[in-house]
């Protein structure tokens, strides 16, 4: 059985890694773009991050990672943002898939498949409301500017849109694809961590 200082130090290797890949995936690789709709798979991979690291090392991982590349790429005024939604999706989804579904342990995986899609169901949801509500208030409160306060309203009200709706479905398919794909390797290496307190019983 690995000790607490151990299993700490693996999580930390890899928020480490998820937030170095955070970012080389968001400077590097573009996103897609279909009917002039951009897709972009950020949110996908602080999901992921979740699953694999619980809610918050996962979330503040790609945070971080994600809040690096705004700031090296230009971006450096949404970088405060960027840094409070990603973390707020990362636990969200974390404390669904941990605390509630407990999906690290040996659980078949239809169960896992179940709750990973609930989870970043849930987490993207709120996110999209929970984004251009931050931005309202950014530009209303913090730094005040009309014109983008404007825009973040009116996002707010057209979250249903084609674009806001494909995104999140898209990243959320996408998570728990991957997420069911490197689990049992993981379950086989033992190296998926058992995250949040244990329990007896197995659904």
Known sequence: MKSTKE????RLALAGLMAALAYVGYAFLPALSASGTKIHFGNA???????????LY????????LSIADLTGGYAE????????????????????????????????????????????????????????????????????PEKASKAIASLMAVTTYTTVINAVT???AAVLLY????????????LPEIGPARTEKH
Do not use: M, Q
């Open 7 to 10: 299993t700490n130090t693996r």
């Open 45 to 55: 991979f602080v999901v992921l991050a979740a699953y694999l690291l619980g809610g």
């Open 58 to 65: 996962g979330g503040l991982s790609r945070a971080v990672g």
């Open 78 to 145: 949404s970088a405060p943002r960027t840094f409070i939604t990603k973390l707020v999706i990362g636990l969200i989804a974390g404390w669904i898939a941990h605390r509630i579904a407990h999906i690290s342990e040996g659980h078949k995986a239809s169960y896992v498949t179940k709750w990973t899609a609930i989870s970043a169901a849930v987490a993207l949801g709120f996110n999209c409301i929970f984004e251009p509500s931050l931005k309202y208030v950014w530009y209303t409160l913090l730094t005040p500017d």
């Open 171 to 173: 990243n959320g398919i």
């Open 180 to 191: 069911s794909a490197i689990r049992p390797a993981l379950i086989k290496s033992g190296l």
